[in-house]
């Protein structure tokens, strides 16, 4: 009899480690704890998160847990799983869970802990400027991430990564180190490595407050700020009590010294919007309406020609306005 593994997600990110465990012939794929529905858009419908979606496609039975409470002990033990395995559930599993899976129950953790514990691991690494980042696969125990690791797996990150693009390879490099781990976990032939409690660091759980762009930040720190946040809280300014999504910008290496952090203007063909920052000047490369598409900052420009208040303002190194902040 295969070895019956439970598994615990509700983000979209832990989909390729699904699919490796369904078609895997070692192991019977027992169950899934996952999130229940929640209220989403305009129109607050319940929707289902990507996991338990996944779940009912492949008919596995699975549990929405809105909290770790007596019945969701129960379900746990009654699909009787030899191993657990946690990506981005969510919940903090209370020590009666953890002894449940005789083989143990794993934590999948997108950093190279004890770098960045916590609830925002791949936007933190994005926000402090990391040129790599990767996943480490390690036992659970009550305190947060801090448990002995048994394998990380190291990627590179792109100057141009986003939250969504370095999401997406961290899902398969979370795969990959499943794969590659499964058949120690199955047979206890490992050694664990402790995490360094003197390395530890700490990210916050990322909230809609966060994406608000601070003009007064320097601008290399921004551009970071508006990848992190893509595609959520998204990066955006008010000007005029209208909300501005930021999608896509570059630091421009020249620095006006005569330019006021929130001044907005644009270059001599009017091609691009730019800004001072507390250091620096950013370029908004693409910029979103409320309720409207994606556009290049040029077609903003064209089709927002009040924005700058004057035609001297539209020349850099002219007298330029400063818009609100808030």
Request: with cysteine; hydrophobic share 40%; proline share 7%.
């Amino acid at each position: 009899m295969n070895p019956r593994v439970v598994f615990f997600s509700t983000s979209e990110i832990s989909l390729p480690c699904l699919e490796f465990l369904q078609h895997e012939p070692t192991i019977t794929l027992c169950g899934i704890l996952t999130q229940p529905a929640r209220a989403k858009g305009r129109g607050h419908m319940q929707t289902a998160n990507p996991i338990a979606l996944w779940a009912q496609e492949h008919q596995i039975p699975f549990y929405p847990a809105e909290t770790l409470d007596d019945a969701a002990f129960h379900w746990l033990q009654s699909v009787q799983p030899s191993l657990g395995i946690v990506f981005s559930f969510g919940h903090r599993l209370p020590q009666r869970f953890l002894t449940i899976p005789p083989l143990g129950m794993w934590n999948l953790h997108t950093s190279l802990l004890p770098k960045y514990r916590g609830a925002s691991p791949i936007q933190t690494a994005l926000l402090q400027g990391d040129r790599e980042t990767g996943v480490t696969l390690m036992s659970m125990t009550e305190a947060l991430d801090a448990g002995p690791w048994l394998m990380q797996k190291t990627v590179p990150i792109a100057p141009t990564d986003t939250t969504l693009t370095l999401t997406q390879t961290l899902a398969q490099a979370s795969a990959e180190c499943l794969q590659t781990s499964l058949p120690r976990l199955l047979s206890r032939s490992y050694t664990l490595i402790p995490q360094e409690e003197s390395q530890a660091t700490f990210c916050k759980k990322i909230t809609k407050m966060d994406g608000r762009l601070d003009f007064s930040q320097p601008a290399i720190e921004l551009e970071r700020r508006i990848r992190a946040f893509q595609p959520w809280p998204g990066a955006y300014f008010f000007q005029k009590n209208e909300r501005l999504l930021v999608l896509q910008a570059h630091v421009l290496d020249m620095i006006d010294r005569s330019l006021t952090p929130g001044m907005f203007f644009t270059d001599p063909h009017q091609k691009t919007l730019q800004v001072g920052t507390g250091k620096g000047i950013l370029v908004i490369d693409r910029i979103q309406k409320a309720g409207k598409k994606p556009i290049s900052s040029a077609e903003f420009l064209r089709g927002n020609r009040t924005f700058l208040a004057t035609a001297e303002n539209r020349r850099l190194g002219s007298t330029k306005e400063k818009f609100s902040l808030h």
